[in-house]
């Protein structure tokens, strides 16, 4: 896990955060293939799962999203509250988001297509695959 920071712009109508790609000052580190957003409220939990090859940046765009990053043998948690603001996670990392304030929003941000099979749902089986790469 990696957290990152992104231009933010204030002024009286309203905040500009800037995510540009690989290219641009605002470097989002990977070309984007897909975006989606998440609006849960206080007390959800989503995420627990990890991918084979997938790379995401999550990014709290309302509210507050603890998010949990594990490798297998140890866990990093960093609280998001900021558009400036994302967690770099890479694949075969375990992630959590806790979700900390009604209508939170999430912004995440993947390197690849919406992909079934590269999804790793269950724990134990990321456990597994982790000890083998050791």
């Known amino acids: 896990m990696q ?3 992104f231009p933010v ?18 470097k989002v580190p ?3 293939a897909r975006a ?16 084979y090859q997938c790379t995401q940046l999550l990014v709290c765009l309302s509210g ?4 949990s990053c594990s490798d297998g043998s140890k866990t990093e948690k960093v609280l998001l509250e900021s558009s400036g603001e994302g967690i770099l996670i890479p694949p075969l990392t375990w992630a959590i988001q806790e979700y900390q304030k009604d209508n939170s929003v999430m912004m995440v941000l993947c390197d690849r297509v919406y ?8 724990h134990d089986t990321f456990l597994h695959l982790k000890s083998r790469k050791a």
């Open 3 to 5: 957290k990152l920071t």
């Open 9 to 26: 712009y204030k002024d009286p109508n309203g905040i500009l955060t800037v995510f540009e790609g690989p290219v641009g000052s605002a």
């Open 30 to 32: 990977f070309p984007i």
């Open 36 to 51: 989606f957003t998440v609006l849960a409220n206080k007390g959800d939990v989503r995420g627990e799962h990890a991918h």
């Open 64 to 67: 507050g999203i603890l998010v």
């Open 115 to 122: 992909e079934p099979e590269d999804y790793i749902r269950d």
